[in-house]
């Protein structure tokens, strides 16, 4: 046994850590697209997550200015409903073709201004969204599906720009969770410490 137990990760107990009602919140999951717009609302109440709200804003049969009044629109109106209290957004992958970054940088822009300035809000790599849900950064748009209906417990799984959007909340309410859990140990570590 190390002399040095105390200071190191493997003291923190994960089932000692106390969940209260502060750490419950609503978080906004966005998938933002110029033709559809993916969005899932989860509630985080300590260790378990649950499914309030997912879908898609379908824009494909309107003029490319329309949509992203649309987008506005409709996040603010899901903005309204359920009243997150934080928002995740995928950030954006830019590839070789700038017409695609440029359309997909204007409906990202669109969504974020729907935000209230009071509502945080964090942003997470595609990658980084995959490796939280299904435990690999490379994983298949089904795979991703396909653990959001496990982990979420949905009846059936979500189409595709609702289950990345609720990946993206799931990633942030774990980033959440490790968060706490890390500043709780890092107290008892200090307090052990003294």
């Known amino acids: ?36 717009t993916g969005f899932g609302v989860i509630e985080c109440r300590g260790g378990e997550l649950i499914a309030v709200a ?12 329309a949509r992203l009044r649309m ?15 934080e928002v995740a957004v995928e950030r954006v992958f830019v590839s070789r073709n700038a017409d695609s970054a440029l359309k997909l940088g204007q409906a990202r822009g669109a969504a974020l201004c729907a935000i209230p300035e009071a509502v945080p809000v ?12 299904v435990g690999s950064g490379a994983a298949e748009k089904f795979q991703v599906a396909h653990m959001i209906r496990t982990l979420l417990g949905l009846a059936e799984r979500p189409g595709a720009d609702a289950a990345d959007a609720l990946a993206v909340a799931v990633c942030h309410a774990h980033a959440r969770r490790l968060g ?5 140990g890092g107290a008892r570590l200090r307090h052990a410490g003294r």
């Open 1 to 36: 046994m190390s002399r040095y137990r105390t200071r190191s990760w493997r003291a923190f107990e994960p089932a000692a850590a106390q969940f209260s009602a502060a750490l419950t919140v609503r978080v906004l999951g966005l998938d933002p697209g110029s033709r559809r």
């Open 54 to 65: 997912h879908g898609c804003l379908n824009l494909a049969a309107a003029a490319p200015a």
């Open 71 to 85: 987008i506005f629109e409709g996040l603010r109106a899901l903005m309204s409903q359920h009243q997150p209290a």
């Open 122 to 133: 964090f942003e997470y790599a595609p990658r980084a969204i995959k490796l939280a849900v």
């Open 180 to 184: 706490t859990l890390a500043q709780q």
